[in-house]
């Protein structure tokens, strides 16, 4: 009998993560499980950025959307069932009275390393805005 594909177990994401439309870049680089859900890559970019989910949010991947208000249930999908590649983009969207906009892009697809805690943040440059602050425009002014 052949053996499953190699694709069945577990990998790990490096995702990079841009706060859009603030200068000088806000950005964490991420790995993320294969096997975590749509719903765990949010709890995931709410601690990477220092928020605490009081606000309601979104995935657009592959045109489609993932959220809790009755579209695609981001509980239910597994980030390896996205079929993401290396270079592949997708957004996240925070807060929409503030409407933070993040850009998510696949840097690489690296093997499950054992020992090694994931989620975790790897790389980032700059402190998030704090939540609340009126989005990329007040935060700006802020500065």
């Known amino acids: 009998m052949p053996e499953p594909p190699a694709s069945c177990a577990p990998v790990v994401y490096q995702l990079r993560v841009v706060l859009r439309h603030i200068s000088p870049l806000i950005w964490r680089r991420l790995l993320v499980r294969s096997d975590s859900t749509v719903a765990d890559l949010h709890a995931i970019l709410q601690t990477a950025f220092g928020w605490s989910d009081e606000h309601l949010h979104r995935f657009v991947i592959q045109g489609r959307q993932y959220r809790d208000d009755g579209c695609i ?56 805005p704090p939540e609340d602050c009126g989005g990329p425009w007040a935060f700006l002014e802020l500065r």
């Open 73 to 128: 249930d981001p509980r239910r999908v597994r980030v390896a069932a996205l079929g993401l590649r290396v270079r592949e983009r997708f957004r996240y969207e925070y807060d929409f009275t503030d409407l933070w906009q993040h850009d998510l892009r696949v840097e690489k697809i690296l093997r499950l390393e054992p020992g090694q805690p994931n989620p975790r943040c790897v790389g980032g440059r700059r402190a998030a």
